[in-house]
């Protein structure tokens, strides 16, 4: 009987053990995970705003004569310039080439700043002493204000994106349109008396401007981009309007340069990406800024199953009767 039962146990765990690898065999299987970036930005159009403060500043402070006859003071020097700091408000339309590059236009406004220098002329020979007769220093104070529109070209190299954020750096070149306006020279004789000039006009000059920038992208999302950046800004050298004397004789009729105007411009901007084929499509209604087709949802095979495996009654076991024992003795 122990045997029998032994036999029907390894027979019953046999077909467990068979249904169960027919059940597995059957499964489908699933299909492995593999991750997908999203795509990249090639060929989109974005447009761009920007705001920030420039900390500007000038090289020298050079001067030019009208007046041929006059004769500058050998002892001039330049004791003291500077200029204001001024806000920028800028906008401009891009394309991005592909993943890492990318270009834009730009125009921005830089508004008034206050300029002013202080320049000094002394001893015996010169201009302080022979038309004032008065020995010691005399000076000029001479202020106005820059403003300034830049129009840039430039290009961007995208270093790669990393939790959303995106460090970039770029270069660009382009024009400056420099207005100096409200300019006055304001001379303070050693004896105490004053001349004063100033410009009959306000001056507006086209120079060359650069610039070289790097800075940080955050993105919002696939469209919306915010720029966190600091500029170096190159834009040339410009002149003022010549200074007519009001009340001084002889009078140079000088106008002056701000040798290389540059600033640390510090910007944030947005940016926003039109959609694939958005902005190259135009604004009309169209293909290109159709919503995309809802996924479908189509139902896998469904999985096929092995039948129970059929188990047959065990035979009962036969009785076999033995032969009665023999007694001796």
Known sequence: MQMVSVKLLIAAAA??????????????????????????????????GDVGVGVQTFGSFDHSQTNAAFVWP??????????????????????????????DVTGEYRTKALMKTTGRYSGVADFCTIAMGVGGNC??????????????????????TWWCLTPFIGAGVGTARNMLTGVQDQGI???????????????????????????????VNENLKVDLSWRYLNMGSPQTSVVNCQNTSPCAGAFYTLQNVSSQDFRIGLR??????????????????APAAAAQYVPGPVPQYAPPPQYLPAPAPQYVPQPPLSSRG
């Open 272 to 289: 926003w990406v039109f959609p694939a084929g958005g902005f190259g499509g135009g604004f009309a209604a169209g293909p290109a800024f």
């Open 139 to 160: 000076f000029d104070n001479i202020s106005g204000n820059l403003s300034s529109a830049v129009f840039l070209a430039n290009a961007y190299v995208d270093l790669g």
């Open 15 to 48: 077909a467990v053990i068979g249904s169960a690898t027919a059940h597995a065999a059957d499964m489908p299987v699933p299909a492995p995970i593999v991750y997908q970036p999203p795509c990249c930005d090639t060929g989109r159009w974005y447009l761009r």
């Open 74 to 103: 050998a002892s001039w020097t330049i004791v003291q310039q500077d200029i204001q700091d001024t806000s920028i408000f800028g906008a401009g339309i891009g394309y991005i080439w592909n993943s890492w590059l990318r270009f």
């Open 189 to 219: 004789i050693a004896n105490g008396s004053q001349g004063f000039g100033l410009t009959s006009s306000d001056s507006a000059q086209w120079n060359l401007a650069w610039d070289v920038t790097a800075g940080l992208t955050y993105n």
